[in-house]
Each structure stands twice: as C-alpha cells, then as structure tokens.
C-alpha cells in the first residue's frame, strides 16, 4: 500500500455514530491507503461525512466502484441507472427517504453503502439523520435478543413503489416505478444481522421495507415488528447531518438507518446518489 498523500482528520459527530473526515479530496485519484483508511473510517462511525466537495458524474461512478460495485436502483426512475438524483422542487409535498429506512431492503443482497452528494441546497433545512442499529441491538435486553435470535423479517417494497406508492411519486419531483413494468420483490431477512466486515449484531427492520415476520401474519406481526422499527431510532442512537453545497455523505447500509427531514418547502434541492452493491443479510 502506499502512504497517505494527505494526513484524513476524523471528528465524530456524536457519541452514537458519523464522522467527519478532512482531507481528502475525493475528486481525484486516491491511493489504496486512501481508500481503506476511508473504509476503515466507515466501519468504525457508520456514516461519514465530507465537505467542499465537486465531481461530476463520472468521477462520482469512479469513487464509488473503489468500494465495490455500482447497484442499480430498481424503482427510482433515472436516466442513468447507476446514479440516482433526488430532487426535491417547490410545491413538492412528499420526499424520497421521508420514513426511517435501510436502502432497499426488499433485494436479496441489499446495498452495502451509498455516496451522497450536495449539489443544491436550500440554507437551512432539510437535513439527514442516521440510527446506528448495532446500539439498537445492543441495548435490548437479553430476553428480547433470544426471541429475534432465529426470526426472519419479510421486506417488500410495495410501500414505496407500484399503486400503493402512486399518489406519493405523483407529488413529488423524483418518481418511483409505479405503472405495469413494477413487480413486487420481496425477500426473507434477518431481523437481527450479522455485519460481514466487523461480526458484529445489529437490528435490521425498517418502515419503508419490512411488512412482517416470517410465518406470521402481517397483523400479528404488527406490535413487536413497530416497536422494533421504533426502538430503533431512539435519539441516543442517532446523528444529525446538515448539509451544504459540496458535502458528501457515506452511509454503511448494512448497520445504519437514516430519514431526510422534510421541513423546507420554498426552496429547491438536488442530491446525486450512487450505491455500492453488497451482499445477503446472514
């Protein structure tokens, strides 16, 4: 490996999860030291941030494949299908991310992470939270962890795309597939996961996603699997990210939550995400 061109500065950003990192300029070529302190950074926080970034698409493409492959996102209409632009207009009434949710978990291997970056922003407002799901396990009591030691939790993505998603798409600025070309996916996850990188136990049950527990019915399902999702972000779990023009962030999927704050309406906002392929939830 070869040394760091520039010393990367980490600044937690709270005491449960995210990090900001100085230094970097992910414009240009990173060195393989580079790129596993950054990695490194993201097992170790859960979401990192960057600031007083500029690239553009294909640069963005570049970054992300030092990570892993590109996942195409399969409801979010995009001209491109490696990149994603959300963006929010005004007199959009709903948003793309406005429940607390894992990034399309209803696919068998789920997104390990996803590059999100600034590229128009309102100056206040509309800022992202992040839940660290290894501190939401953690804290459940021995008694609980034994109950969801074995269950599998049902993510279908019938919420957020197809006719149940119609009226939401059709108000705001970034559509999902709504119309005869969407077919449900549903797949049968963990509800507690293991993270492949680090070993460690995190929860993993979502608002937009998970309907069920396997061999349940959704309505007895219902309690425990809304107390799950809600436990999940309890404030002592999460991170507050505020966003300006240039900023990026870096969110591990596979341990974290996060929503978008929708509490800016006059002003426009443009973010171009891409996803970094993964692996099945065990």
Not at 59 to 64: G, L, P, S
Not at 90 to 114: C, F, K, L, Q, Y
Not at 251 to 271: E, F, G, L, S, Y
Request: glycine share 8%; net charge negative.
């Amino acid at each position: 490996m070869s040394a760091l061109a520039d010393p990367i500065t980490v600044n937690p950003t709270s005491g449960a999860l995210g990090a900001e990192l100085h230094g970097p300029d992910l414009s240009r070529d990173m060195s393989d030291a580079e790129v596993g302190a950054i990695r490194q950074a993201l097992l170790d926080y859960g979401v990192i941030f960057f600031r007083d970034q500029a690239f553009d698409t294909e640069t963005h493409k570049r970054i992300a494949r030092r990570f892993g492959d590109i996942f195409n996102h399969p409801f979010l209409i995009s001209d491109d299908p490696d990149v994603v632009t959300i963006v929010r207009n005004p007199g959009d009434t709903r948003i793309v991310g406005e429940d607390w949710h894992s990034d399309t978990a209803m696919v068998t291997e789920p997104p390990m992470g996803a590059i999100l970056i600034a590229l128009e922003v309102p100056d206040y407002g509309g800022d992202t939270l992040f839940a660290n799901q290894y501190l939401a396990y953690d804290a459940l009591s021995d008694g609980m962890k034994a109950m969801l030691a074995d269950l599998k939790a049902i993510n279908s993505d019938r919420m957020v795309a197809g006719p149940a998603a119609a009226e939401s798409s059709a108000n705001r600025s970034t559509k999902s597939r709504t119309g005869p070309d969407w077919i449900e996916t549903k797949t049968a996850h963990p509800v507690v996961r293991t993270h492949p990188e680090t070993g460690r136990k995190c929860l993993y049950v979502n608002h937009s996603y998970t309907v069920g527990f396997e061999g349940m019915t959704e309505e007895e399902s219902k309690p425990l699997l809304e107390w799950l999702m809600n436990w999940g972000h309890r404030p002592e779990f999460t991170c507050r990210f505020r966003w300006r023009k240039g900023s990026v962030a870096f969110w591990d999927n596979r341990c974290t939550k996060h929503i978008a704050v929708d509490d800016v309406h006059n002003a426009r906002r443009v973010m171009r995400r891409i996803q970094v392929s993964g692996d099945r939830p065990y």
